[in-house]
């Protein structure tokens, strides 16, 4: 059987059995429903199936950080047993993406829950940005993974992150949401959305401008459009198009200080990588996550990041081999998870039941990462 591979996200979870070059089969919402048994009242675990009983519901994990292993433990069960037919008792292997700067205690809970509650015949983990540079058939490069709970920045060296280049800002599709809800409550006085619609508004007509220049123009004079929501009432969106996208250009719009990616990106660069690695690195930029596939996202990024290049030191974006599927860029690390799978697991460099078993859950930091 092959590995199964997991990539969840503060908003998605992405997973399957690996099978390189293809989208995960499985991408649900992160989210565990709290099961409450009808007789009793007393709480049952967690669920996905949103036919039971719902009482609550929880996205376990935060801002790319696990906030409860409880609804955690559940999705994974979920994920193994009803995703992906996993027989008890005849567990496969797995590997696991992490997100930057997981903590020491959480990799370890991780393959302690992994071996201890679902006895899997094989762990590894690595982190996402590693895995999306292979999803675009490299080793090295630049990683900027844009999701929903949070933007990673990361320097990889042959396969290895470098770790006193990375940066990780809490700023996601999500806080795009709540910004763009807000400047629709403007405009449409009156009007009250469902998070759900607005998200879904984001996605629909979010664009992102040439430059600054071209959003100042839009700003003081683009065209609305209309939509009409579930519930019969039309909206009107202007320029809240253009504003909700400029928020990732310019930090300030979410209430931030601090420098656009870019050029975060070209700082952590320059100053934390030796001088001979810069430039591959800066010459292979790989954008990935949801919310960079916002309309517009590449060619803004390629602008603003040119203009900090020099003639010997030019970022570019490099784009997925053409025969890799539509949503390579939103499902990368997942992708980039399959494509390791099927190295780490037949040549033996994961961890066995019996190496755990000996070392206990500290191990996890000397088999992987
Ligand atoms: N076309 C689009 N335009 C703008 N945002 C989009 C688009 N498509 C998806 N997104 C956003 O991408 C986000 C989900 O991306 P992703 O699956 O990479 O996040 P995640 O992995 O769950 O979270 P994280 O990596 O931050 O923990 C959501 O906020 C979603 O609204
Ligand atoms: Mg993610």
Request: glycine content about 8%; charged content about 25%.
């Amino acid at each position: 059987m092959e590995a199964a591979v997991i990539d969840a996200g503060t908003k998605y979870v992405k997973a399957g059995l690996a099978v390189p070059d293809q989208d995960p089969s499985i991408v649900l919402p992160a989210a565990m429903t709290k099961v409450i048994d009808e007789d009793s009242g007393k709480e049952n675990g967690w669920s996905m199936d949103e036919s039971e009983w719902i009482k609550d519901t929880v996205y376990p994990i935060q801002r790319g950080v696990v906030k409860d292993w409880d609804a955690m433990e559940d999705l994974w069960r979920y994920i193994f047993y009803t995703g992906l037919g996993w027989e008890m008792g005849s567990e496969g292997q797995v590997l696991i993406a992490d997100p930057l700067l997981t903590s020491k205690i959480s990799k370890e809970k991780t393959v302690q829950i992994m071996f201890e509650a679902f006895n899997v015949n094989g762990f590894y983990a690595v982190e996402q940005a590693v895995l999306s540079i292979y999803a675009v058939g490299r080793i090295s490069g630049c990683a900027i993974d844009i999701g929903h709970g949070k933007i990673d920045i990361a320097p990889v060296w042959e396969g290895a992150i470098q770790h006193n280049a990375v940066k990780k800002l809490e700023v996601g599709g999500q806080d795009l949401n709540f910004l763009l809800g807000q400047e629709l409550e403007k405009s449409n006085p009156g009007i009250k959305l469902d998070p759900s619609v607005i998200e879904m508004l984001k996605e629909t007509y979010g664009v992102i401008a040439e430059d600054q220049e071209e959003y100042a123009k839009k700003v003081e004079g683009c065209s609305s459009v209309e939509h009409t929501l579930p519930d019969g009432q039309t909206i009107k969106i202007g320029q809240e198009r253009y504003t909700v996208g400029e928020a990732l250009f310019q930090p300030s719009f979410l209430g931030i200080e601090g420098y656009s990616i870019a050029e975060q990106l070209v700082r952590s660069v320059l100053l934390c990588v030796p001088s001979e690695s810069q430039k591959p690195l800066i010459e292979n930029i790989v954008l990935c996550g949801g919310t960079s596939t916002m309309k517009g996202f590449d060619s803004r990024f390629q602008k603003e990041a040119s203009l900090l290049g020099t003639p010997s030191f030019r970022p570019f974006i490099i784009k997925p081999p053409e025969y890799m599927p539509e949503n390579t860029m939103k499902n990368s690390a997942w992708i980039g998870g399959a494509i390791l799978a099927k190295v780490v697991f037949p040549q033996n460099q994961h961890i066995t039941k019996a190496e755990y078993d000996e070392s206990g859950p500290s191990i996890v930091h000397r088999k992987c990462y």
